[in-house]
């Protein structure tokens, strides 16, 4: 897929949620709900050559994911030591995980507020 039909994808399953909003940070997509919930990486980044996102997870999660299934999730520079999650995004991507992912990284990070209103 190329890597503006990626960040399409992404950018169109995150900015469902209420009040979540897109910046560029560090030369890519990033999505924030007042603090990030995602960065997306089309192209690659730091010694990985394929498209992946990083997420925010709540505790253990981190170690569930990348335990159960290392050839798709890693632990991702710089965040990975605050329990994010990297998933590659090459190959057959399964887009309702995807869609999961980046919700329960919303869910993680957004205030109950809005929460109430997600689930609303």
């Known amino acids: 897929m ?3 039909e990626l960040t399409d994808r992404v950018r169109e399953i995150c900015l469902r949620f209420p009040e979540s909003s897109e910046r560029t940070t560090h030369g890519a997509p990033g999505f924030f709900v007042r603090k990030q919930f995602v960065m997306l990486w ?3 980044h730091h010694g990985r050559d ?3 996102l990083w997420a925010a997870a ?3 999660v981190q170690d569930e994911v990348v335990g159960a ?3 798709r999730f890693f632990v991702p520079p710089y ?3 605050r329990g994010w999650v990297g998933m590659r995004l090459d190959g057959e991507v399964d887009w309702d995980e995807v869609a999961e992912i980046c919700e329960d990284a919303y869910r993680h990070i957004a205030p109950s507020r809005l929460l109430r209103e997600l689930d609303g």
């Open 2 to 4: 190329a890597p503006t």
């Open 69 to 71: 299934e290392p050839e």
């Open 42 to 44: 089309p192209q690659g």
């Open 50 to 52: 394929e498209p992946h």
């Open 79 to 81: 965040v990975g030591g």
């Open 58 to 60: 709540a505790a253990g």
